[in-house]
Each structure stands twice: as structure tokens, then as C-alpha cells.
């Protein structure tokens, strides 16, 4: 690889995520195709985590060298990443407890196949482009800290397809390499296989991006990255190395938008350098990086492309030549089911309503502080926030939760705590007789602070040592059916401190 060819990439692969991750940005989560041409470009200047997180891991990686493997990459998360949303704070508030990775990863992690990892692969990539296998092996260390399965599998798989265009140029050899090397039986490489399938039939463009639109838009969670990923391969390969086209293509399938745009954008830098991106959209990069406090503040960190640029071949130069003859073993899902958080603890009594009356049971409990003797073998144990309630779902029933919740919490002030309540169906929710929501949607929980669905997510101020009466009610019910309810903070992390326990 010709060493000016490589650092004309990596500023490609550079400037090419902040553009197209800026360009994608204003349409991040909408679930429907997005009417996008280059007359409606807005450009937003806001810090963006596809980016700012591997300058952290650029700073781990002057320290650490080859040495670098999640367990100091989860000591980076809790001492400089402070804050974080869906698996970022999952795999946080894991590792506070003392649930390392892989775990910290899978237990209670509803976001384990989310794009939060997929997102991070070009700095391996970068770093180690002449050995796929150590790219993928040192984003396989970065993703099992706060993503799972596929989760992991997906920044695996755009790490060792960057890396192989990085050396080759070739966009479509570089995708088929990493797809081959995917475990063929998990959702990430099915998927894909439809997005090559349908480019090797001869099926046009539109045709393939209606497929994709119909199959897999519709799911729940729009950071998941294994359709995410499809909407990025059929837009690489379908848009030719075109950037423009590219970029359009991909934004017009909604969802994850930012991330999207931000990881073809890179792709077709690092594959063809900054002659791929269109001389009339260069003016809309700023050499100066917009970047968090957290960022900002390591010693050193790159404030402009320039510095990246240059930092990130500094680091290549050091690293690529003392990487082992060996090759770094595939990716493996370590099974950890074992694992618990013990802070997600809950009891609750789930009750049927035509087995029962239920204003009756609550007034009894509300009166002695516990359930009633008779009811005692309806109370069910949950290890994990995301309560699945499958087994009791039936005839389209309506299920009712009730528990004391007790407040211990010391972290954040009363009126800062928020709550999220979400649930595969319909759902009421009360208080100490009071009311809180009345939501009768059929959709699938979002359990998240900052985009809950299937429920809500609002501040609601309980004082410290104070015990309610909690009563969840779930209309129509039907299998598979999950609920969950969860506390944080305004800056959507967990808390500690609000316990859901019911007792004879």
C-alpha cells in the first residue's frame, strides 16, 4: 500500500464521516423514506459519538498499544465516558456493579444489537489495514463492552471490510470479504445475503431498496445495526462509489440517519480517499471537530481533522509492524447467562383480572403493607428491567403489575428523576392511586430514556425513603409480550435506589 495513498484515506475516511454523519443527522429516527436530494442539506454542528468515541480509543491506544482489550477499554468508559444513552449507560451502569465484559455487554441490555459499536470501527480499521483479522479483533474488544451477537458482529464486519478496502479499493470485494468471514447462521449475515442476493439477480436499486423497506424498516429499535447495515451495503454497493449517491441513498432509508451516512461516508474515503468526496461540499467541513467536554478534555486529543489525521498514522506506523504472525482468533459470543446485575432485582404480583378483583387486592395491600396471604405464590422474581411476560399472557387478557416501590436513592435531586415505563401493548400506570399514564398503543417497547416507546418517559420527583403502591396495568395481552420500568437521571442514565418489592 503507497504510504501517501494511505494517509490521502485516512483524512477521506475522516472528513467523509463528519460530512456525511452532519448531512445525515437532521433525519436521524424517522421511520418512513426519506425525500432526500442535495437541495435539502442541512448541516448541524452538534458532537457526534460516531466520531468522538474513537478519539478515546485513539488516546487507549497511544497508551496501551497491542496490549488494548476490553477490560482497559471498560476502565476508559467509567473513568472518561460519564454519561451515555440506551447501551452506553446499560453497559455503565453494568460495569459500576462489577459486570465486566462480555457480560457488561448482554445483561439487561435491550440495545445489545445496537449501531453504538458499528459506528467505532473505522480507527481499527485505520489502524491495522494490511490485517483484517486484527482490525476485527480489536473492535471485537471495543464492541463486547456494551454490545452482544450481533451487536459485536456488526463492528466486526465494518472493521475487516474497511480494512480490506483500505488496501485494495475495490468497495464490493471489500463487503463480500467480510460478509464470508460472518457466522452464516446469525441475523447479520441473512440479511446481508439478501441485500447481495438481490445486487447479484440484477434487481435495480429501487426494487431492492423497497424490499429492504418492507422487510426490515419496521424494526422497533431504528439504531439496530443489522438493519442499519443493510440499508449501508445496499447503498455502497448499488451507489458505484459515487459519493453523493451514496449518501442520498442511504439517508432516503430513514432510521439510524447520522450513523448511516457517517459510516458510508468513511467507507468511501477510506476505499477511494478525499477525490471521492464532491469538491462542491468540501466548504461544508470545518477542520475544527465539534467534540463533548469529555472529549475535549484528554491531554492531547485531536481538535482538528488535521491532527486526527496525522495521529492516526502515527499510530498505524507504531502498531502494524509489531502485530504477531499469527492471526487473531474469529469472534465468538461468550455465554454469560449466568450473569446478573443484582441492582435490577424486582418481585412483583401478576395478576389476571378475571381471576381476581383488583382494586380489592390493592386496597388490602395499601392497608397492610404486603399481599395477601393467598396470593403469595402470583409473585414473580425478574432479574432484568425488561420483563418478559410471555407465560402469563393469554386469551388476550388483561395483566395487572403491583408492588411497594421503595426509594434509596442518593444520587440526583427529587425533581431530576425520571422514569420509563414501556410495554408491548396498551398500558396504565398508577401511583398511590394516582394516575400516571394512560397509553393505549400497540407498539413494541423502546425502553429508553431520551425515546421510549410503547409507554413514556417523564420526570417524576419521589423522595428519598418514601414507599408507593405501584400498579401496572397491560390491555389485551398477548405472547410474546415484555414490560419494563426502569428510573434515571436528566442525563438518561440508570440509578440506583428505586426497588420493586412485594412480600407476604
Not at 497508551?63 to 446499560?90: P, R, V
Not at 480507527?123 to 480489536?138: G, Q, S, T
Request: glycine share 6%.
Amino acid at each position: 500500500m503507497n504510504f501517501e495513498d494511505y494517509i490521502d484515506k485516512v483524512r477521506g475516511c475522516w472528513v467523509g464521516k463528519c460530512l456525511a454523519g452532519a448531512i445525515g443527522m437532521p433525519f436521524e429516527g424517522v421511520p418512513y423514506q426519506v425525500a432526500m436530494d442535495e437541495e435539502n442539506i442541512y448541516i448541524s454542528e452538534v458532537p457526534n459519538d460516531d466520531l468522538e468515541l474513537q478519539l478515546v480509543w485513539l488516546d487507549a491506544l497511544k497508551q496501551h498499544g497491542l496490549k488494548l482489550n476490553s477490560t482497559i477499554l471498560a476502565d476508559y468508559w467509567t473513568n472518561k465516558i460519564k454519561h451515555g444513552c440506551d447501551e452506553y449507560s446499560i453497559a455503565l451502569h453494568n460495569l459500576k456493579h462489577g459486570v465486566m465484559p462480555p457480560a457488561s455487554g448482554k445483561v439487561n441490555n435491550f440495545f445489545a444489537d445496537g449501531m453504538g459499536a458499528t459506528i467505532r470501527s473505522e480507527i481499527w480499521a485505520l489502524c491495522f489495514p494490511e490485517r483484517p483479522d486484527a482490525a476485527a479483533y480489536f473492535a471485537q474488544q471495543d464492541a463486547e463492552v456494551d454490545h452482544w451477537g450481533d451487536g459485536v458482529r456488526g463492528e466486526i464486519f465494518m472493521a475487516m471490510a474497511e480494512a480490506h478496502a483500505c488496501v485494495h479499493s475495490d468497495i464490493e470485494k471489500a463487503l463480500r470479504f467480510s460478509w464470508d468471514a460472518l457466522d452464516n447462521e446469525c441475523r447479520l449475515y441473512k440479511t446481508l445475503g439478501l441485500v447481495f442476493a438481490d445486487y447479484d439477480s440484477g434487481v435495480t436499486a429501487t426494487e431492492s431498496a423497497k424490499r429492504l423497506m418492507l422487510n426490515e424498516q419496521r424494526t422497533p429499535n431504528f439504531t439496530d445495526c443489522v438493519m442499519n447495515l443493510a440499508f449501508c451495503v445496499h447503498s455502497l454497493l448499488y451507489g458505484e462509489g459515487d459519493f453523493a449517491r451514496t449518501i442520498m441513498s442511504v439517508i432516503t432509508f430513514g432510521r439510524d440517519t447520522d450513523c448511516t451516512a457517517a459510516s458510508c461516508g468513511a467507507f468511501l474515503g477510506i476505499a477511494k480517499g478525499t477525490a471521492t468526496i464532491p469538491d462542491k461540499w468540501q466548504h461544508l467541513v470545518d477542520n475544527k471537530l465539534i467534540l463533548s467536554d469529555f472529549v475535549s478534555c484528554i491531554p492531547e486529543v485531536p481538535l482538528t481533522i488535521d491532527a486526527l489525521v496525522e495521529q492516526t498514522v502515527t499510530i498505524h506506523e507504531s502498531l502494524s509492524a509489531k502485530l504477531p504472525n499469527q492471526k487473531y482468533p474469529a469472534y465468538t459470543p461468550v455465554v454469560c447467562n449466568h450473569v446478573i446485575n443484582p441492582a435490577c432485582h424486582s418481585k412483583w404480583l401478576v395478576l389476571n383480572d378475571a381471576d381476581c378483583n383488583i382494586q380489592a387486592v390493592k386496597n388490602e395491600i395499601s392497608a397492610t403493607g404486603k399481599c395477601p396471604a393467598a396470593l403469595c405464590h402470583e409473585i414473580v422474581e425478574f432479574d432484568t428491567w425488561f420483563m418478559d411476560l410471555s407465560r402469563f399472557a393469554k386469551n388476550a387478557c388483561n395483566l395487572h403489575l403491583i408492588s411497594i416501590l421503595e426509594v434509596d436513592n442518593h444520587d440526583v435531586p427529587e425533581d431530576e428523576i425520571t422514569i420509563s415505563a414501556t410495554a408491548d401493548v396498551g398500558m396504565r400506570l398508577w401511583m398511590d392511586g394516582k394516575k400516571l399514564i394512560n397509553h393505549h398503543s400497540r407498539q413494541r417497547m423502546l425502553p429508553s430514556f431520551h425515546r421510549a416507546e410503547g409507554g413514556a418517559a417523564f420526570l417524576l420527583p419521589l423522595k428519598h425513603g418514601s414507599r408507593q403502591l405501584f400498579h401496572m396495568e397491560l390491555f389485551n395481552c398477548l405472547p410474546p409480550l415484555s414490560a419494563c420500568i426502569m428510573f434515571g437521571n436528566i442525563k438518561n442514565d440508570h440509578l440506583d435506589g428505586f426497588k420493586f418489592d412485594i412480600s407476604c
